[in-house]
C-alpha cells in the first residue's frame, strides 16, 4: 500500500479566494486522481493527474477553476480557485499502481475539508 | 459509462450480528475491478475489499466477504461479528481493468451503516 499525506485537513476561506491543496506519497505511483465529495454526497472524479502534462478533466470540471499540476510521481496538487460557497466539499486524492502480485489498487489521502464562506 | 447503483440509504444492526449491503453495476467491459471502501467520520476512504471479474471465487478479507455475481451485476458486501467500529458510511465502486491505462473509479451513492451496542 501507500502512505498518502493530504494537505491541509481543513481550512475555512473566503469568497473569492483560492486554496491550494497538496497531496505527497510515500512511493512513486502510476496514478493519481482528484476527487470532489459534497456534502452528503459519493465522490466525483475531479481530473486525472498527468506527470509531466496536462491533466485530463472530467466534463463539468475546467482548469481554470481547478487547475492541477504534478512534477514528479510522488506529488500534486489541486487548486479551488475564485472560490464560492458552492465548492464547499471535502476533495480527496487517490493513487493507483500495481501494488506487487500483479494486484491494481486504489488508494485515498485523508481529505480536505473545505467551507467557503 | 458505468454506473453503480447502491439501494439502500441507511441501515442498521445489532454489534455481533451479520448484515449484507447491497450494489448493483452496470457495464459493457468484461475485465474490470469492484471495490467495497468505507468512510468513517473521519473522512478516510478505507479499502474494505476487491474482486476482479475475471474470478469466479468471491472474494474475503477476515469479517467481510463478498458475493460477486457477474452475469446480474451485482457485488454485494457481508459483514459478519459486526463491531462498533464497522459504523461507517460504505461505498461500492467500479473501475474499469488496467490502472495505468488512465481507469478510475465510479462510486455508488453510499450505504450508512449503524452498528448499535
Known amino acids: 500500500s501507500a502512505v498518502i499525506s493530504q494537505k491541509p485537513s481543513r481550512d475555512i476561506c473566503q469568497r473569492g479566494t483560492s486554496l491550494t491543496i497538496q497531496c505527497q506519497v510515500d512511493?512513486?505511483?502510476?496514478?493519481m486522481f482528484w476527487y470532489r465529495q459534497q456534502p452528503g454526497q459519493s465522490l466525483t472524479l475531479i481530473a486525472t493527474?498527468?506527470?509531466?502534462?496536462?491533466?485530463t478533466y472530467e466534463s463539468g470540471f475546467v482548469i481554470d477553476k481547478f487547475p492541477i499540476s504534478r512534477p514528479n510521481l510522488t506529488f500534486s496538487t489541486l487548486t479551488v480557485s475564485n472560490m464560492s460557497p458552492e465548492d464547499s466539499s471535502i476533495y480527496l486524492c487517490?493513487?493507483?499502481?500495481?501494488w506487487g502480485g500483479g494486484e491494481e489498487k486504489l488508494f485515498f489521502g485523508s481529505g480536505t475539508q473545505l467551507s467557503v464562506l | 459509462a458505468q454506473t453503480v447503483t447502491q439501494s439502500q440509504p441507511e441501515m442498521s444492526v445489532q454489534e455481533a450480528e451479520t448484515v449484507t449491503l447491497s450494489c448493483t453495476y452496470d457495464?459493457?467491459?468484461?475485465?474490470?475491478?469492484l471495490f467495497w471502501y468505507k468512510q468513517p467520520p473521519s473522512r478516510q476512504m478505507i479499502l474494505v475489499i476487491r474482486?476482479?471479474?475475471?474470478?469466479?471465487q468471491n472474494a474475503t478479507e477476515n469479517r467481510f466477504s463478498v458475493n460477486f455475481q457477474k452475469a446480474a451485476k451485482s457485488f454485494s458486501l457481508k459483514i459478519s461479528d459486526s463491531q462498533l467500529g464497522d459504523t461507517a458510511m460504505y461505498f461500492c465502486?467500479?473501475?474499469?481493468?488496467?490502472?495505468?491505462?488512465?481507469?478510475?473509479?465510479?462510486f455508488g451513492e453510499g450505504t450508512q451503516l449503524t452498528v448499535n451496542p
Open positions: 493527474a498527468n506527470q509531466g502534462s496536462e491533466a
Open positions: 487517490s493513487v493507483g499502481n500495481t
Open positions: 512511493s512513486q505511483v502510476t496514478m
Open positions: 465502486a467500479f473501475m474499469k481493468h488496467g490502472v495505468g491505462a488512465g481507469s478510475r473509479l465510479t
Open positions: 457495464t459493457s467491459e468484461n475485465n474490470y475491478y
Open positions: 474482486q476482479e471479474a475475471y474470478k469466479q
